[in-house]
């Protein structure tokens, strides 16, 4: 069955949205800088903050379809429920297929494609570009079908790719990598005001925890692709812990990684990758077509 879902406008509440590949949501604060400064910054330097107020929750949407009845769910009914739905049909495939799906298919436009980490377009070969495991092959994402699993995977540049490693996601306070800012500083897609909202960057969150913090237009993407891996690999139906992802402090990058579900949603490309995957392996990542479910589940 087909979970396929109509989307729904939510243009009167996008008052801080970027540009049509993803936004944010709330107000820009009065005098903040504009995104894409080129090579903006050097190594320790701050890189967080960002020129939007906290955006509020999700406007309640029609549930139909195979969706039908999550409104009146919450919390561990939700979770089985929304397991159900990725899990009964699910098509596994092998990795080498998988790499081929996410270059060829699901990835690939006008025969390119977008590094998700530096925003740059890339040949879709393996010499161009590698495959990210959104949530890391050395934390349970090792075997098929797991390893295999295109909701979580993405076309990255090596050295991205390399930077990233196994490092859960944060909010980067005191930047150690890159030296310079890399990445393509005419972005549209970076939160407004959030002067190096085209760049990823590793370095110390507020807690002094080594963290990868991606661009802004990737934002959301890779928290939805987290929450997706939580929820369809748990055991019995039940979430995979946060504190798998990140043991240093899971909670905290729960908050993190739903502030970011909220500030960029779902981008019609990224609706639209859905579809595709949900041709090639039976299921679709609710999250994307939901993604305020996001917020009535816990993850630890």
């Not at 699910?90 to 790499?99: D, E, G, N």
């Not at 609706?271 to 990542?285: L, M, P, T």
């Amino acid at each position: 069955m087909s979970l396929r879902f109509v989307p729904v406008i939510l243009a009167a509440l996008v008052a801080c949205r970027a540009a049509p590949g993803g936004g944010y949501w709330g107000t820009v604060e009065e005098g903040g800088a504009g995104a894409g400064a080129a090579g903006a910054g050097a190594a320790g330097a701050s890189t967080g903050g960002g020129g939007c107020h906290e955006p509020g929750p999700f406007p309640d949407m029609p549930n139909s379809g195979a969706y039908a009845g999550v409104d009146a769910l919450d919390g561990d009914a939700l979770v089985t429920k929304l397991c159900e739905l990725v899990t009964q049909g699910y098509s596994s495939m092998s990795y080498t297929a998988a790499r081929q799906v996410v270059l060829l298919e699901t990835d690939n436009h006008g025969g390119q494609v977008l590094g998700v980490y530096d925003g740059f377009w890339h040949a879709p070969t393996h010499s161009e570009v590698n495959i990210e495991h959104t949530w890391p092959q050395s934390k349970g994402a090792d075997v098929v079908p797991a390893r295999s699993d295109l909701h979580h995977l993405f076309p990255v540049e090596a050295d991205f790719n390399s930077a990233r490693s196994n490092l859960p996601f944060g909010e980067v306070t005191l930047r150690d990598w890159p030296g310079t800012l890399l990445g393509d500083p005419a972005c549209t897609d970076a939160m407004p005001g959030h002067v190096n909202g085209c760049f990823s960057v590793k370095g110390k969150d507020a807690a002094n925890v080594e963290v990868f913090e991606p661009r802004d237009g990737q934002k959301g993407d890779a928290a939805r692709a987290v929450f997706y891996f939580s929820l369809r690999y748990g055991q019995g139906c039940q979430v995979k812990p946060l504190a798998i992802f990140d043991p240093a402090h899971p909670a905290e990058t729960e908050a993190v990684l739903k502030k970011w579900n909220r500030h960029d949603p779902p981008s019609d490309h990224e609706r639209q990758r859905n579809d595709v995957i949900e041709v090639a392996e039976g299921v679709r990542n609710p999250f994307v077509d939901h993604p305020e479910l996001v917020d009535r589940i816990s993850f630890q």
